[in-house]
């Protein structure tokens, strides 16, 4: 057998291994970072952006709302609400889970009103109130951080 072969062979070797490992490390660093569930609910609320680093996006608002902000910018840190948010016409309701319950939501209902601006009794929410774009886990998130806030 001559040696060129056995080379050649030995660099194929390695050079799988180099693309594996590659591979697997960017499994692992995409595995890791994402957290579920309230904690991932908080980023989403305070920053409006998901654990793994999803901004979230929406339509409406008011006009020139920042783009960097997530529901803690008008229903505030408790989500007690009773904000007026710049350029709007309404206060913020209080939307702690609990509140939200008090006032007919469920969880299906609550999500709606996130995504599509739907009130529990099928009416438009204000066009101040955004209508947000995000993940089925990602909502499920938000609303037990909800829960964790009331
Ligand atoms: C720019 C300000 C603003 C931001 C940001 C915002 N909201 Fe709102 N939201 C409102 C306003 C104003 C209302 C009330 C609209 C009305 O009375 O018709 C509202 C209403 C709601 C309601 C309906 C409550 C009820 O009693 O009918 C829910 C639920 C809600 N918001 C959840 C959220 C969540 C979750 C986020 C973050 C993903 C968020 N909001 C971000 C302004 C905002």
């Given amino acids: 057998m001559p040696k060129i072969p056995y080379i050649a062979l030995a660099v194929i070797i390695v050079g799988l291994v180099v693309v594996v490992s590659i591979l697997y490390i960017g499994f692992l660093r995409g595995t890791s ?3 579920e569930g309230a904690s991932n609910g908080k980023l989403i609320y305070t920053k409006g952006i998901d ?3 999803v901004r979230i996006s ?6 020139g709302m920042m783009r960097y902000t997530g529901c803690i910018g008008c229903h505030g840190a408790t989500g007690e609400g009773g904000i007026y948010p710049m350029m709007c016409n309404v206060k913020t309701p209080d939307i702690r889970y609990t509140s939200l319950v008090a006032s007919g939501y ?3 209902t ?3 009103a996130i995504t599509l601006g739907i009130d529990e009794s099928g009416e438009q ?3 101040c109130m955004p209508r947000w774009q995000m993940s089925l886990m990602d909502l499920k998130d938000l609303i037990s951080y909800l ?3 009331g």
Avoid: M, Q
């Avoid at 929406?58 to 006009?63: A, L, M, S």
């Fill in 33 to 35: 970072t994402h957290v």
């Fill in 51 to 53: 654990s793994a680093g």
């Fill in 58 to 63: 929406y339509t409406g608002g008011p006009v």
């Fill in 106 to 108: 469920n969880d299906t």
């Fill in 110 to 112: 609550i999500t709606r």
């Fill in 125 to 127: 929410l204000d066009p």
């Fill in 147 to 149: 829960k964790e806030l």
